[in-house]
């Protein structure tokens, strides 16, 4: 076995090499420590009796009949039965909408895939936008209109909402109050704007809890008034990120973090490549991917900030001359920034400070990145007024009776409110409150009228994207569950009776069409509802240098906190909660915790070692006078004296996420929405088992990531991977035809998820829960491994996507007793589920550990409705090994098109999911004989490496090395 | 006293006998009743909600196959016909018919009719019509003399080994494009022979008995 360049390792447990950890791996069978001790003799007896007795139920009870063939009354056209079909629509998360397309079986929605016309997605497809598609089938979904405590109707609703509306109408609408999330949608504007014109005293409030507010704050003291910013990264040489989702989160994420990754691919580019600084308190996907990166406590950030900007001449001199303990660091950041102007970027995350957006827009100024690559935009939401503020008004108003009619339409206050302003007693004041939305949420079950809402893919509406650009929205079927959109709610408000919302949009745009000199209406509807996206749309840029004032006039610096800060933070699944009820999110690992089904309380190893706390440790805290019980979870790269909250958890009511995980929104304030003082952390000595995955797999020594500098890429390439050329006694097996194989850039792969969720909505991957997770029986058939190297307070981190690596030597192929795992001949090692028996010796076989079994039937389990799983894909019951199939019915399907017209498959034809929604293109999947085709040209660079190469399997997958571009300034501070 | 008394003999042959009938029988159980017509439902015409006749139709009107089996060329699945499509002709003959009562019915009311399946697959078989078609394999490799039923029975086993028999052999099986939709077709000394099809059509044997062709 060669020797690792580097040690990696996946957990602190393993890097302490703990006496427990060494025991774990040692116990012959650490996947069943949880289950033989779930029960004993007498009630596995007692288990199997009652079993034997029951068996005979399950004959009873009637099924479907399968013998049925049931055709169409009248077929309709253009649906072709076996073929995917794909309908343009958008997806909001916060109001900003995404392009995609999703793909219908009979004209049943089966999987959301990026629109690659929409700026937005350019293909690509997040975790989240995935995993919209399960919600849509949600039968947990609100599915009840209740008014006054009883059931009523949609004809009920409407005829109490009209009387309402004459009351308010000989007010003028006093009392009349709409809260609604962020608004992008022109048409709802529209409506709203409408509305106040109708009823002059009526007012419109917004509120999210993961708002910008800050960020909007600093546009009016930078630029006099409220701007966007979007960016160019594709001219960005040097980018420097203060806690940045700027690939992870921020509106059109997908399309930043595509063109952040094609300049970080030196042996695509030619040996061209961007850096990336990072400081940052809690760890982000910039951070992992930056060349140089610092853990830094929020008040050393905002100091270390303004030691910045007093270096680029971005504030005032003296700012450059304080005592700051990361100087040599920053100097040199700075040096390299200040060559580079005109293409360096700084981008700050939407949880950070004011005062440093301000820091943040004059050093940028500095650089000379506005209309390079930062360019201003007009909002594009519809009123850019803040959030907390605006939220903080309502409910004075509603404690003080002045509110006496309130629709909340797509928010869910009683939630996700500041604590502070108690959100829900304030609601018990109001006479007559009507929330619309998707789940019986918290704020649904305070109203007096709770209307089901129908979903994004139920209705029509329009929307528009970080740039500007709208989409019309289409739905992709009837409501399912009988629910109705806003669009309706304030059009009977406006007094246009029941209007379906298609009738109500196309009135808009037709007037709107016609306004903006769009020709031919229909002609203008159709391409605009097809394609996706409403042409020449976004907004141009504006342009503006900061005032120079407004650093000057900036709050004095954060001081350092007594104690540990809470730092509130979004969660990467349930995002604020909205999606606390999708499985496929609650099982989705987070990115550096590989935490499923809860969250914890982030903090570093240092303080926790301080403090005597260990991950899993139950710990109450204090914050803001509220005690709150969370689970610890130690993690590497974690500022010092910071605990790391996630929000969106702990929801007490709607679907399958009620209970799940603790509600930090509990903690939070008005006035400080992001960070607070921890009071007390006292330690209950009780522990909470967390469902991470991440030590389920060790590394042991084995040389699993590939690293170097760029400057050992540009002066030795052939360095960085050892090709040996593998022995064998056996002539190896040809393959003249074709040869399936799949290039995985370590490079562009952020860790963001999103092929693990593309994976599973395509294959029909089923859903375990938390206790199937902690026996190590997690079902994802592509998992993203991240491996730490360094030091456990500032390490290094990668990521690799670990899908079947389809061995040419299979390990698995030569135990199996019944022939159910075979090669084909082009080399994909196929599952034959219908002869697999369930000796799982072919996982064990595995070395790569990518095969998972079905020990109960998880997917007659799984609560969705039958049309709802992929019918391309077999879906499986109890018993059956499976895994990564390179998507065998994708390569079928297009063979089987190709073959129909005589032709030969062309590169890039084939596209497995989790390929097409990788917004970076980390994965490419082709022919490796066809030496033009894309995936041969990566695998041809010098950088590309198997894993366990030692073992002969000969993998189909392959990685390209990770080239990491640092400072030579900065020494030995490469994290 | 003898230790065997005078009906040893009879039950000793009445065992020998009888362990050869079990054993017979059990083999029967394994090897036969596995694919005697009664297990596999060939030959058999299930009950359907009208009594349709490929005979009448094809044979006898001269319908071409994707006059109801619109999907035949373009997708897996065959498609079965609408009961507009039905209608199309229904609608001006024939149109007092008892026989045909649920059809105006299913069209009335708009609910689907439902035709009891002849031919099923299991879910993991994943089968394509279109392919076929494409590659020169006519209806009647599969569905029998389709053309001369007057109920539909199942014309094979449907068991993978039948499946296999034609994939790994496909030359005996292909015809000319434009005779695959003929019932009636026979081969004939001017027909292209098979392996000129084969290579004509691009058929590939080495890939096609890989048990990812039909199992995903």
Sequence with gaps: MTQPARTYWRSLEELAEMPEFAALVERELPRFRDVVNAFDRRRFLQLMAASMALGGLSACGTEPNPRQLVPYVQEPANVIPGRNRYYATATTQDGYATGVLIAHQMARPIKVEGNPDHPASLGGASAIMQASILEFYDPRRAQTLVGGGEIATWEGFVAALHDRRNALLSRKGDGLRVLTGAVTSPFLAAQLARLQQQFPAMRWHQWQPLHRDNELAAAQSSFGRPVGRTFDLSAADRIFGIESDLIAATPGWLAYARAFAAKRRPAETGGEMSRAYAIESTPTLLGAKADHRLGLRPDEIEASLRYLAGLLGAGPQEWAQQDNAQAAWLKAAADDLAQHKGNALVHAGREQSATVHVLVDAINGALGAFGKTVRLVAPVEASAGAKAQSLSELVGDMRSGKVDTLLVLGANPVYDAPADLDFAAALRRVPFSVSLALYDDETALASTWRLPAAHEYEIWSDARAFDGTITIQQPQARPLYGGHSAHQVLGILLGGGSGDDHTLLREYWQQRAQQENRGDFAAFWHDAVRGGVVPNTAEPPISATPRGDAVTGLPSPMAPANGIRALFRPDEGTWDGRYAHNPWLLEMPRTFTRLTWDNAALIAPGTAKRLGLATHDLVEISVNEVKLTVPVYVLPGQAPDCMTLPLGWGRAAGGLGAGVGFDVYRLRRAADPWIAEIASVRKTGEVDRLATIQGQDRVLGRDLVREATLETFKNDPGSIVKKEKPASLYPPFEYPDRAWAMAIDLNSCIGCQACTIACQAENNVPVVGKDQVLAERIMHWLRIDRYYSGPPEAPTVAFEPMPCMHCENAPCEVVCPVHATVHDHEGLNVMVYNRCVGTRFCSNNCPYKVRRFNFYPYTSQNNRPAQSWNPQVSVRDRGVMEKCTYCIQRIRTTQIAANRDDRPLRDGEVVTACQQSCPTQAIIFGDRNDRESAVAKRKATPIDFVLLEELNTRPRTSYSALIRNPNPAIKGNQS | ?216
């Design chain 2, 1 to 216: 006293m003898a230790i065997f008394g005078p009906r040893a003999n009879l039950l000793m042959n009445a065992t020998l006998i009888g362990a050869v009938g079990l054993g017979a029988c059990l083999l029967l159980a394994v090897w036969v009743v596995p694919v005697i017509g009664y297990n596999t439902q060939e030959r058999f015409a299930p009950e359907q909600p009208i009594p349709f006749s490929h005979n009448h139709h094809v044979s006898g009107l001269g319908l071409d196959c994707r006059y109801c089996h619109t999907m035949v060329e373009k997708s897996s699945s065959a498609g079965m016909p609408s009961t507009a499509i039905c209608m199309t002709c229904h609608s001006q003959v024939w149109t007092n018919a008892a026989m045909l009562r649920p059809d105006q019915q299913s069209l009335a009311e708009k609910v689907p009719l439902r035709w009891t399946r002849v031919y099923t697959l299991p879910d993991y078989v994943f089968f394509d019509h279109s392919i076929h078609i494409a590659k020169g394999v006519g209806c009647t490799e599969c569905h029998g003399q389709i053309g001369d039923m007057d109920l539909t029975w199942k014309a094979t086993t449907l068991y993978m080994s039948w499946c296999l028999s034609c994939h790994r052999d496909p030359a005996p099986r292909l015809r000319p494009r434009d005779e695959v939709f003929n019932p009636h077709w026979r081969r004939t000394p001017s027909t292209a022979s098979g392996d000129t099809l084969m290579a004509q059509y691009n058929v590939r044997t080495a890939h096609l008995s890989d048990c990812g062709i039909c199992h995903r």
